[in-house]
């Protein structure tokens, strides 16, 4: 196994944890008043889903939800990232709220205070209400109301409960994957409707932090982008200028309305605006202030002009998903993130992972790779920190394998093994190694900073 003394040293503040998200690890789909949500729908069309599969069972987390905890503890982490299903505590996503379902997160949180795990909920992690997306989901101006009514509910309930708050997690992957190609919920393919979509994304996104703050939530709250740095395969004119366009559209899209008010002129001018509105009081509605800002972080976009495009080197190699391994884009991304915006909040890299095609042998699965990426990712983010970016927290995705969305059960994120028959939990070679990471950074802190005679 990888020594993790090698690693750099971290601030006894960093905060070390782990994410999942709702509908990819509770199951239960239809237990104890739960209502569809899109995703329920989405995997039960035929041809939808890579391996035909559901999230109807995923990891039983809604029954094993106290082994997970526990394992979580295990690990010596002291943070949890997950997400609520909206159908779960709201069945239609509007009118009566179901209580049994804020008893389970309600349980969930107990086992997380008996821990002394910190929670880090996020309200949308892409599994709307199917009640909600009847009357025009994300392209119903009214479905942001919808949701910051939400956000106030769960504020109101379990904020004083809660380290931290994202209203949205990915909204680039709800507005371009959801409506733009078809690959996600609800499964529409209209460029146009996907701006559309991602305009709404962020104007819910504001209402939620207003009503929130209204109601005096003490939890620090802040939204959750996957981003990357756009690199040009080569110096050449064309590449370069698309290689800008590409981080307009997807970074700076979401990044300047939040940050400056406004959409990039870049991307506007080159993206289908015909069925794009925007009301007068939009912009200062979305423009609302930070306590942190989530950057989920997997790869660098490499742009090139040519037919067929280039394709990177990939020197680190490529993830199960088809992903370069390229670390040091974490690092280009967060210097050039701070170098942008001026009054960019504390930052907490609340996903970063490696999906590996992992084989289980004689109760243990072997994934030096995992380990590897660990480490070049954690030395990458040092760097940033070094350099004067203020990142405060990161989060491993996945904590179990799950049901990884379009792709079903075929890959594997988790530092914890799924047998997906038997639910059988089995800690991976990377889990063990992390362990031993974040407890080889308490040790040092302590040896630092002796206790007072």
């Known amino acids: 196994m990888t020594n993790s003394s090698t690693m750099p040293e971290f601030s006894p503040a960093f905060t070390w944890g782990v994410a999942t998200s709702a509908y990819q690890i509770e199951g239960a789909a239809a237990t104890d008043g739960r209502g569809p949500s899109i995703?329920?729908?989405?995997?039960?069309?035929?041809?939808?889903?890579?391996?035909?599969?559901?999230?109807?069972?995923?990891?039983?987390?809604?029954?094993?939800?106290?082994?997970?905890?526990?394992?979580?503890?295990?690990?010596?982490?002291?943070?949890?990232?997950?997400?609520?299903?909206w159908s779960r505590v709201q069945p239609l996503g509007y009118g009566d709220w179901n209580e049994k379902g804020f008893e389970f997160y309600s349980r969930l949180l107990d086992k997380l205070e008996e821990r002394g795990i910190a929670a880090h909920l996020t309200l949308y992690h892409w599994d709307l209400p199917q009640g909600l997306q009847d009357l025009g989901g994300w392209l119903n101006r009214d479905t942001c109301v919808r949701f910051a009514e939400y956000a106030a509910e769960i504020a109101r309930r379990f904020g004083h409960r809660l380290a931290s708050?994202?209203?949205?997690?990915?909204?680039?992957?709800?507005?371009?994957?959801?409506?733009?190609?078809?690959?996600?919920?609800?499964?529409?393919?209209?460029?146009?409707?996907?701006?559309?979509?991602?305009h709404h994304l962020l104007l819910s996104h504001g209402l939620a932090l207003q009503a929130m703050r209204a109601i005096n939530c003490p939890a620090k709250l802040g939204i959750v982008l996957n981003q990357w740095p756009a690199m040009p395969a080569t110096d050449s004119a064309a590449d370069i200028a698309q290689a800008e366009w590409e981080y307009a559209r997807s970074v700076q899209w979401f990044m300047d309305p939040i940050f400056k008010g406004s959409y990039p002129q870049k991307a506007l001018d080159r993206m289908d605006m015909s069925k794009f509105h925007v009301h007068a009081e939009d912009m200062d509605n979305i423009r609302q202030p930070l306590d942190f800002l989530g950057v989920n972080y997997y790869f660098r976009a490499f742009v090139s002009t040519d037919n067929p495009p280039k394709q990177p080197e990939g020197k680190l190699g490529f993830s199960d998903m088809g992903w370069e391994v390229y670390p040091s884009g974490m690092t280009d991304l967060l210097l050039k993130l701070r170098a942008e915006y001026p009054t960019l909040p504390p930052i907490y890299i609340t996903e970063n992972g490696m999906a590996v095609a992992d084989k289980l042998e004689d109760g243990k699965?072997?994934?030096?790779?995992?380990?590897?990426?660990?480490?070049?990712?954690?030395?990458?983010?040092?760097?940033?920190?070094a350099a004067g970016v203020d990142v405060q927290a990161y989060f491993y995705w996945s904590l179990l394998d799950n049901f990884e969305w379009n792709s079903g059960y075929a890959k594997r994120f988790g530092l914890v093994y799924l047998d997906y028959a038997t639910q059988q939990r089995t800690l991976k070679d990377s889990a063990y190694w992390y362990r031993d990471f974040v407890r080889a950074q308490l040790q040092e802190q302590l040896v630092q900073t002796p206790a007072a005679a």
């Open 39 to 85: 995703w329920d729908t989405f995997t039960h069309t035929p041809g939808t889903i890579i391996d035909g599969s559901t999230g109807d069972v995923a990891c039983d987390h809604y029954h094993r939800y106290a082994e997970d905890v526990g394992i979580i503890a295990g690990l010596g982490l002291k943070a949890y990232r997950f997400s609520v299903s």
């Open 165 to 198: 708050i994202a209203t949205h997690n990915e909204p680039w992957c709800t507005a371009n994957l959801g409506y733009g190609n078809a690959q996600f919920a609800p499964g529409v393919a209209d460029t146009a409707l996907s701006i559309q979509v991602s």
């Open 365 to 385: 699965v072997h994934d030096e790779q995992r380990i590897k990426y660990l480490q070049l990712h954690f030395q990458a983010m040092h760097d940033a920190i």
